[in-house]
């Protein structure tokens, strides 16, 4: 009797096991740069754990509430950005796409893209027409990142100058400085300009939009200004909380420059922002060890911790458009 040879289940693709490989080695690559590129970084990376028990309670609270400040004002930005008559977006609305937006963003390493992704299902799902969207988001982010760009061109260039104490080399001040006011000019320009270019008509189709917010300005435009003042404040604390007094410019331009480590489409952006904000501080003045302790303590309140109540903000969410859904049938039932 001839017996049935059993199926042979198929190989798992290579494809499969590509993205995981490329975040890993991605990651790898980059805390590599970080040990092998600054001098002692190895020493440092060990010397700033070794601190982590020593960190002051105090100032550790204070740095919550800061994050917790910073968080508030993102929702109230956003609030003011999408509430319309046509979608039901109000602060409780604003709070769980925000929270939930961030855990995606952070859970799902897609340099941002997983929380693009759940805010605008949100707002579909409240009732926005996808074209509103479209202009809305392009606007917010805008608004969002004017504050970024701005920053960087005044703190750079100030410290480059001498018009800020702090100093630094001109590459890590007057360069990052003068590439931000590009940055600016060319928005402004795609704003004015419309050229056909796909990014470029969306920069400017978002700068148009972030315009026509600001000449009916409302109290919850300050939200933005709240976002970034009230985080970078977080990073603040965390340094006093191991002893270290910085110049607040120094600050201010060591976590920008290590911010654009976000564009990394790691789980979190690990490594990115850790290592570009401790490189860019270190690089500025900032002791070593000392960095390492503040920068990881830093990332644990502004980046991981947030990602908890955000994780049942989506939770939240799904209940409230399915709440949604159920009104807007109710209604058609009754047209």
């Not at 970080?34 to 440092?44: E, F, I, K």
């Not at 994050?67 to 109230?76: D, R």
């Not at 790691?266 to 003045?285: Q, Y």
């Amino acid at each position: 009797m001839q017996i049935a040879a059993a199926p042979i289940a198929p190989a798992r693709s290579l494809s499969a096991y590509r993205r995981p490989l490329l975040i890993a080695l991605g990651a790898a690559a980059v805390v590599g740069l970080v040990l092998t590129a600054l001098p002692g970084a190895y020493d440092a990376v060990r010397g700033g754990l070794s601190r982590l028990p020593d960190a002051a309670l105090g100032w550790i609270a204070l740095a919550l509430a800061f994050e917790a400040l910073s968080f508030f004002g993102h929702i109230v930005l956003f609030r003011t950005v999408f509430s319309t008559r046509s979608a039901r977006v109000g602060m409780g609305a604003s709070y769980e796409i925000t929270m939930a937006g961030h855990a995606a963003t952070r859970l799902v390493g897609a340099a941002g893209a997983g929380g693009i992704a759940l805010t605008v299902w949100a707002l579909r799902r409240a009732g926005m027409a996808t074209q509103t969207i479209a202009a809305r988001m392009a606007g917010f982010m805008v608004l969002l990142y004017a504050f970024y760009a701005v920053s960087v061109a005044v703190v750079g260039i100030g410290l480059a100058t001498g018009l800020f104490p702090g100093g630094g080399s001109e590459a890590l001040t007057l360069v990052p400085g003068l590439v931000a006011v590009g940055v600016v000019v060319a928005v402004l320009t795609a704003a004015l300009v419309a050229p056909k270019l796909p990014l470029a008509k969306t920069v400017g189709e978002g700068a148009r939009e972030a315009l026509s917010v600001l000449r009916h300005p409302r109290p919850g435009l300050l939200g933005g200004v709240m976002w970034w003042a009230f985080d970078i404040a977080v990073l603040w604390a965390c340094f006093h909380a191991f002893g270290v007094t910085l110049p607040i410019a120094i600050i201010v331009l060591g976590y920008f420059l290590g911010l654009v480590g976000n564009a990394l489409p790691f789980l979190g952006s690990v490594g990115g922002v850790d290592g570009g904000m401790i490189a860019a501080l270190v690089a500025l003045g900032a002791p070593p060890a000392l960095t390492v302790a503040a920068v990881i303590v830093y990332r644990l309140i502004s980046c991981w911790l947030p990602a908890l109540p955000g994780a049942a903000a989506v939770v939240q969410l799904r209940r409230r458009a399915s709440g949604w859904d159920a009104l807007s049938g109710s209604v058609r039932a009754s047209s």
